[in-house]
């Protein structure tokens, strides 16, 4: 695995880490996260892709935000990172906003970026975001958490995924970590699941936030192209690395065969 640097057009320096060979697949990872969200993953997609995984503008070693991002920045990040690395198309999958920057991109910019894997990603009405939002600012506000914080969010935190879960809050910090969250309850996720221009698949996590909303899913992207993994919560490049990397692999390469058909 090796790491790079580019510098976009207009969302600043981008860092990436990538593997492998063949057609490309971008990973994005959720708010406060980084690239080495899917560390436990890319040495397995890199058997079949050239896999890239990016830090979001103001998180890892990309750019500090300096202005409030919306969900159709952050996916304009995602295509001009595929610019400055010459990348005509790629797959693409995402986790929670890396869901919802999913979601924009097969809206907007399905020529470049499909399929798209859109993974545990919950839709939320503006009644839920107000019900929610003081919880959702207060969990925010503290860049760092606690063993016993992690481990209710995830099948098992051991101290390394610890670690590396509040070295990436940390350098994201409590505004920018908010700020991904204002941004997703500005983005009208059902309603750009309707203009989908390109084809696009689900993850669930059965422990997962976007549980709820798999009846909204099947409708939008079919049945067939929703996978709701076992014993996996809002993370599951973290719960389980092998079942995520076959459900991403069996999914995007069931796109592309029907795309060829």
Known sequence: ???????????????????????????????????????????????????????MPGHGDSDPLTRHYSIEMYAESVVQLLDCLKIDHAAVAGDSVGGSIC???????????????????????????????PRIEASYSEPTQSMDEVKSRLRECTPEILARWNIDRRKAGAWAMIDVMR???????????????????????????????????????????????????????????????KEVNRLVAGEIRRAHV
């Not at 207009?10 to 406060?32: D, F, R, T």
């Not at 979601?103 to 839920?128: F, G, M, W, Y």
């Open 103 to 133: 979601i924009a991109l097969a809206r907007d910019h399905a020529h470049r970026t499909q399929p798209v894997v859109i993974s545990e990603c919950p839709l939320r009405n503006e009644k839920d975001w107000l019900s929610t939002w």
């Open 183 to 245: 941004a997703m309850r500005e983005f009208d996720a059902i309603g750009a699941l309707k203009q989908f221009k390109g084809p696009a698949t689900v993850i669930i996590g059965a422990k997962g936030n976007a549980l709820n909303n798999r009846a909204v899913y099947e409708e939008a992207v079919g049945k067939n192209n929703v996978a709701v993994l076992d014993g996996c919560g809002h993370f599951p490049m973290l719960d389980d690395p092998a079942l995520f990397v």
């Open 1 to 55: 695995m090796k790491d790079g640097f580019v510098q976009t057009a207009s969302h600043g320096c981008i860092h990436y880490v990538e593997a492998g060979a063949g057609k490309p697949l971008v990973l994005l990872h959720s708010n406060g996260a980084s690239a080495l969200q899917y560390r436990f993953t890319m040495e397995a997609f890199a058997k079949s892709w050239r896999v890239i995984a990016m830090d």
